[in-house]
Structure formats: structure tokens, C-alpha cells
């Protein structure tokens, strides 16, 4: 399935797409996709009544404002500099284990909604990520393959940065990645049995019709499984957390000269299987 949420922000209805454009209302079936959900097996339960309600074709998404998949988290978790080549853009080694760090989850935001830029910013910077939504209360868990049973699905991520606060203000990541409107995410979230290999999915990035970020799932340096086996034996993954699985090559700190996001830029991203987004940077309030 692939799981959306409908309508203002803050107001948003869960529902499930049909074909490519179409979805089908589940408010009267589950109250949101939030921790009460994944946590009580709701994908499971909602499983029957998807399939009767696509026999019918759905309601056309049209105009309708699409939100974040998932309401907001108890956390999102980040790794940091897991893609090789990325590290190398940036300067930085290859981590012998996942660097971790978390973003504030009032940062979550639906993929077409804009991204504000914050005061006194001077280096916003953009991240095509792959997004892990945790399906169940997770600790200490026993080997990698376990990390399988946890996840609900998967859901394309902009990690929207600002460098200059993540690295020139006491080299806090958090400060850097924090902002309001600073993760994207969405459109929809893709359950695990829709994904054939989540290691071999096309991740691509665009500003102003440029393409920045070309990568593939395939160069992780830790895969998704690793990854959430790992963070379990540090901290309770749960139900509805986020985790942030990293970038590909091709953000504006790796380029000579950098580039960096201005009011008016226009982000485009996908990942392959998992949907595209579109975001508009806006000045500071």
C-alpha cells in the first residue's frame, strides 16, 4: 500500500493512493497514521478495507494538498555522511559506524509545501534522503535481519540544511537541521512488501531544473536494516519515529564554488518507487 495523508495543515485525513492519482478516504477507519497506529497494527487492519474501496476508483487527488505520511513523530533520527562519496565531497571519512543526530519533529511538512528559510541563514543547503517510518516499539534488537519486523515503510525525505549553523556554530548538527519547514516528507509512505529491493532504488535531486543529486540506495555505506539495528541498541525507537538514512553526492556544500539555496528557488526530488516532490524556498519570516 501506499499510505497518504489529505487536506490543510493540521487537518490533514489519512487515506491510501489508488492507481497514480487517485486515493481512498480511511478517516472513518483510523484517526491518523500516527503512533497509536503503527503501534496497534493498523496497517494490517487497514488492509481490507483498501482494497474494498479501490474496486471503486477513488477520489481524484487533484489540487488537494498532500501532507507528510505520517503525523508528527515522537523523533526523527538522522545518520549523518552515509554515502561514501558524499563524505568525500564534504571533506570528511567515511564513518566506521553511523553518525547520529536528530532534527526537531515539528520540522515535518507535507512535499509540496514550501521551505522557509531561517533568519540570519546565509547556507541553506538541500538532501534527497531515503526516510525509514518505524512500525513498532524497538530496543535492543537481537540481530540485523530482526530490523526487518520493525519498519512500517519507506518515504522520500528532503533533509533541508543550513551549513553555517550546523558547522560554524559549535558544530551542533542539530542547530543546522532544525528550521521550520526543514523536512519534507512524502508523498506517500510505501509499505515494505511494495519495494522488491529498497537497496537498488534511483535517488535524484534538481534546483531550478539543474540536476545536483544523482545517487542510488545501492552505495549506502549502512543499509536500512543495519541502520535501525544499530540505533536500537542506543535508544527506544517508537512506533511513527522517522529515521533519515543520509544523501547521495551533489549538495551545494560540495561544489567549488558552493552553492547555496535563495528565496524563490525551486527544489525537485524523487526516489525511485517511492514518489517525487516539489518545494519552493521562501525568505525568512
Known sequence: MKLLRIGAPGAEKPAALVGEDHYVDLSDVVDDFDEAFFGGGGIDRIRPAVAQRAADGGTPIGDARIGAPIARPHQIICVGLNFSDHAAETGQAVPTEPILFTKSPNTLVGPFDDVR??????????????????????????????????????T????????AFQMERGGQWLKGKSAETFNPAGPWLVTPDEVNDILDLGMWLDVNGVRRQNGSTSTMVFDPYFIVHYIS??????????????????????????????????MELGIDGLGVQRQTVVAPR
Not at 528559510?117 to 540485523?144: F, H, M, N, Q
Not at 522520500?156 to 551549513?163: K, Q, T
Open 117 to 154: 528559510i531561517p533568519r540570519g541563514a546565509t547556507k541553506p543547503d538541500w538532501e534527497v534522503e531515503l526516510g525509514i517510518v518505524i512500525g513498532k516499539r524497538t530496543s535492543y534488537l537481537d540481530s540485523v535481519e530482526d530490523a526487518r519486523d520493525a519498519i512500517a515503510g519507506w
Open 156 to 163: 522520500l525525505v528532503n533533509d533541508v540544511s543550513e551549513r
Open 233 to 266: 541498541q542506543f535508544l527506544v525507537l517508537e512506533p511513527g519515529d522517522l529515521i533519515n538514512t543520509g544523501t547521495p553526492p551533489g549538495v551545494g556544500m560540495g561544489f567549488d564554488p558552493q552553492i547555496w539555496l535563495q528565496a524563490d528557488d525551486v
